[in-house]
């Protein structure tokens, strides 16, 4: 399963990464990768929709729906 979130805040590759890194964190997370461009990250694998947007959140970005 894909998810795609927008994440509001990503200038950088150092937001790049952290935004990754957070949601590879969330059990069930098989890969997420950003594209700063499109402000948005893909995460793929069966984690929790709620819990990933959580960890954005905590990371210091701005989930926008």
């Known amino acids: 399963m894909e998810q795609v979130i927008k994440v509001g805040g990503m200038m950088c590759p150092h937001c790049k ?17 950003v594209d700063l461009q499109l402000k948005h990250v893909t995460v793929s694998g069966s984690a929790n929709a709620a819990a990933l947007k959580e960890a954005i959140v905590k990371a210091g970005y701005e989930v926008i729906d």
């Open 17 to 33: 990464a952290r935004v990754e890194r957070v949601c590879k964190e969330v059990p069930g997370t098989v890969e997420a990768v």
